[in-house]
């Protein structure tokens, strides 16, 4: 992991940020202002990109995992017990995008399958805001990542 600053013309922080997030895995871009305040100074915190086959296998990645059935309702309970923004811990979010993460990968219907798809890419890109680690890679493989490291250690 490496921190980037650039400084650049206001004009141009859009574009410069977007290609750094193209070209590296990054988190949130923070930016000031020169002292002449007539340019931008963008700090990022970058890594190189993963490629995507450096992902865990989901077998590998739910091995220890309980039934899905079971996981839906530990995940009910959980967000039943507590007012909708009570800012749920981690393993919530964890547990949550890695059961709809399971769903997405099930033989179920085009339709079924795809509405699973999307909502497990979200709860996945919810961890990773939860984590500060938003673009790193791949939102289901770092779930999967994630997921079997905690299932190790739980």
Not at 76 to 95: H, K, M, S
Not at 131 to 141: E, F, L, N, S, V
């Amino acid at each position: 992991m490496f921190e980037i600053r650039v400084i650049s013309d206001p004009a141009d922080t859009d574009r410069v940020a977007n290609a750094l997030r193209a070209t590296f895995a990054t988190g949130a871009v923070r930016h000031s202002y020169t002292r002449d305040r007539k340019r931008n100074i963008l700090y990022v915190t970058a890594d190189h990109r993963s490629e995507p086959e450096d992902g865990l296998a989901p077998e590998e990645a739910y091995a220890l995992a309980p039934s899905i059935i079971s996981e839906i309702g530990w995940t009910a309970r959980t967000a039943a017990d507590r007012p909708i923004y009570d800012g749920l811990n981690r393993q919530f979010w964890l547990r949550k995008a890695a059961l709809l993460d399971r769903i997405a990968l099930s033989d179920e219907p085009d339709s079924v399958a795809n509405d699973a798809a999307d909502l497990a890419t979200r709860a996945a890109q919810r961890l990773m805001e939860l984590d500060d680690t938003a673009g790193i890679c791949d939102p289901r493989h770092y779930v999967r990542q994630q997921y079997a490291a905690w299932a190790k250690n739980k």
